[in-house]
């Protein structure tokens, strides 16, 4: 999994007493049963702490299995557990069987907080804590801990710690099926705080663990394909006026050439937005701003479609050529450059320079445009999943290309120049929240430092 690592290292940093800071006024715990060599601690504890084997924190116990001739002792009065209802986030399933009120006449319950462990077979080391009472089967060992000396949330955090589970698997004996008999494991040795000073970790540890479960969620929900998803949600809003509200001082759009009728309308847009054909609007292709190669200075900007990837980032840009082999169109800072070759893969930026750019490239001159029209709205127009879903459908040919002629008709909502300026604003607050969110949890993501 993507955070266990740094699952793994907040455990071990609580267990080592490395996570909070001790108290001078808890008082030093006292040794339980025989205390350790010094070459047998897996590493130093501090002060108050000692190293305590389990068997002296509460009693232990193996599990039962009842017998299956006798189908009265199963039921649904006591879950009944097995390794295969305990997830690997110790979350215990009590559903999948059950026992019968009369199977304690022959097998062991246990109450809430028993703290149990797989101790055969392949998912050794699987652990959970019971939150009713219970029975469980002969894979499993268990303990009810002594809450006078320890908790048993803390005991429940130190078995699924890396260091519990490597002395868990130094004892093991068998391969094709793994074992840690029941005196085995209650040998292995505890970190044991102050009781107080448990408290404080479990709290720590459980604050720290969900968020970042939280983190983690997050980044899954936005890397990949929710991150366009959310992406073409805001864009689609923003195209049907949904994104920021709308103003009663703003006035209504003039209609540029013919509204569309009824049936060709998209979808709806607000009273003061219009319809407008983006041909009527500026124009769109053509060849008045090619230029040829000898016509292009030395160390001018060129840009080709490899330079753009799909989400609209501009790569990198060249200027250290060598010759230009084709006729190129020219544009200036603040053009639209759109790429009409496979539309799908929405290849659309804004210029931030004068340069020279590939004929797969539209160049659009919203200067040129005969109503009010920003830039960056209609490089969001132009990257909406309508624009894309029209340009994709009406592209022909081996390597799909926009017919030029079906692109100046297609309709564009046009809002007041204003709302033009909220909804780029808005989207690009957006867009800059998830970039924030999936760098924080990228970071979270990444191996924590020692």
């Not at 793994?8 to 007493?17: E, Y």
């Not at 996570?19 to 049963?33: F, Y």
């Not at 149990?116 to 268990?142: D, P, R, Y």
Request: with cysteine; aromatic share 8%.
């Amino acid at each position: 999994m993507k955070f266990s690592p740094l699952r793994s290292q907040l455990l071990q940093l609580a267990i080592s007493g490395k996570l909070i800071e001790q108290s001078d006024s808890e008082p030093e715990v006292a040794q339980l049963g025989p205390a350790p060599a010094s070459d047998e601690v897996p590493f130093a504890l501090p002060p108050k702490w000692k190293w305590v084997q389990l068997k002296f924190l509460g009693d232990t116990l193996t599990g039962k299995t009842p017998p299956t001739s006798h189908p009265e002792y199963f039921g649904h009065d006591i879950p009944f557990i097995t390794p295969g209802d305990i997830d690997e986030k110790c979350n215990v399933i009590y559903t999948n069987r059950g026992i019968s009120l009369i199977a304690k006449r022959v097998i062991k319950t246990t109450p809430a907080e028993t703290v149990f462990m797989v101790c055969i077979g392949g998912s050794i080391g699987k652990c959970g804590m019971a939150t009713k009472e219970i029975a469980f089967n002969q894979q499993l060992n268990a303990i009810l801990p002594n809450r006078t000396v320890v908790l048993p949330i803390y005991l429940l955090n130190v078995f699924t710690s890396s260091c519990f589970q490597s002395q868990l698997q130094s004892k093991a004996k068998g391969t094709a099926s793994p074992i840690v008999n029941k005196n085995e494991w209650s040998s292995l040795l505890i970190p044991l705080p102050p009781l107080e000073e448990q408290q404080r970790i479990v709290a720590i540890v459980d604050e720290l663990m969900s968020t970042l479960d939280r983190i983690e969620e997050a980044y899954g929900e936005f890397e990949g394909p929710m991150t366009e998803h959310f992406r073409n949600s805001a864009l689609q809003k923003a195209m049907q006026g949904q994104l920021v509200p709308q103003l009663d001082t703003e006035p209504e759009v003039a209609q540029l050439g013919l509204a569309p009728a009824p049936d060709e309308v998209p979808f709806a847009i607000p009273p003061k937005w219009k319809w407008v054909q983006i041909g009527a609007l500026l124009p769109f292709g053509g060849s008045s701003n090619q230029v040829k190669p000898e016509q292009i200075p030395a160390n001018s900007w060129l840009l080709g479609l490899e330079e753009i990837a799909s989400n609209g980032d501009l790569i990198k840009k060249i200027r250290d050529w060598d010759s230009v082999g084709s006729t190129k169109n020219a544009f200036k800072a603040g053009d639209v450059l759109y790429s009409k070759m496979r539309p799908y893969l929405n290849k659309v930026i804004i210029a931030d320079e004068p340069g020279f750019c590939s004929t797969e490239l539209i160049v659009l001159d919203v200067g040129q445009a005969k109503a009010p029209l920003l830039a960056d709205y209609l490089l969001c127009f132009l990257r909406s999943p309508y624009f894309v879903s029209y340009a994709t459908t009406h592209s022909h040919g081996q390597k799909p290309r926009l017919d030029l002629e079906l692109g100046k008709q297609a309709w564009m909502p046009l809002p007041p120049l204003e709302e033009q300026r909220r909804i780029v604003a808005k989207l690009e607050e957006l867009f800059t929240g998830v970039e924030q969110l999936k760098s924080l949890v990228e970071f979270a993501k990444g191996k924590p430092r020692d």
